[in-house]
């Protein structure tokens, strides 16, 4: 399974970007690339993904680096609402998703 | 579409009892996975089924888990003989098809004392 790298936390003000990375250096060239984040006592929760292009939904922007060895989520303004454990996982065979630790977004009111 | 339902929410056993979960995915969804997820960590893999096969089986799911799909529909995990490194939120995650995203549920906390 592809393993991913993340930051263990971030800090954002309200009302500002936010960009959080993932390196999954040992993703497989056909494996798409999934964001979901968690609220405390919640199942995660999707965000977005892909697989080469970058993408944008409600909710979020994906950047994937061009060797799609990285990738960054882009919140466009972060609010409270989005401070939450933010995971990124490749989705491997079986559409089954490896979650690392996660990055802890926290978010200045 | 009601979701990804999981009962009970929480469930506090002895050590030692054997204890049962339930997952009732989206219905028209036919791939189920289970996830066991700790303090602090992220969801680990465990199993998954398509329809009523179960294709794959983490390391992680010993000989006293067990995990059935008997319709295709609802799933249930079992432990027997429960210990208290056990204690765990178990997560159940459906999607339509390979590809597609996961729909979570609200998950199982287990306490073993």
């Known amino acids: 399974d592809a393993k991913t790298t993340q930051p263990n936390s971030m800090e954002s003000n309200e009302e500002e970007p936010v960009h959080l990375p993932c390196n999954h250096s040992?993703?497989?060239?056909?494996?798409?690339i999934h964001w979901y984040r968690q609220l405390p006592s919640q199942g995660p929760e999707y965000v977005i993904h892909?697989?080469?292009s970058n993408v944008n939904n409600r909710m979020a922007s994906l950047a994937i680096a061009e060797d799609r060895k990285s990738s960054t989520l882009i919140l466009h303004r972060a609010t409270l609402r989005d401070a939450a454990v933010y995971y990124c996982s490749p989705q491997g065979y079986g559409n089954k998703l490896v979650f690392g630790a996660g990055t802890i977004l926290r978010v200045k009111s | 579409d009601t979701g990804v339902s999981q009962n009970p929410r929480h469930k506090i056993t002895k050590r030692g009892q054997n204890v049962t979960f339930r997952c009732d995915p989206i219905s028209e969804h036919n791939r189920l996975y289970w996830y066991r997820q700790t303090l602090g960590q992220g969801p680990e893999f465990l199993t998954y089924f398509q329809n009523e096969a179960q294709l794959e089986k983490s390391r992680l799911l010993s000989d006293r888990f067990s995990a059935e799909r008997p319709k295709g529909s609802f799933s249930t995990l079992e432990i027997q003989r429960t210990e208290q490194g056990d204690s765990a939120m178990y997560l159940c995650?459906?999607?339509?098809?390979?590809?597609?995203?996961?729909?979570f549920g609200s998950g199982t906390q287990l306490s073993v004392l």
């Open positions: 892909g697989l080469t």
């Open positions: 995650a459906s999607s339509l098809v390979s590809g597609e995203k996961l729909f």
């Open positions: 040992t993703i497989s060239g056909t494996d798409y």
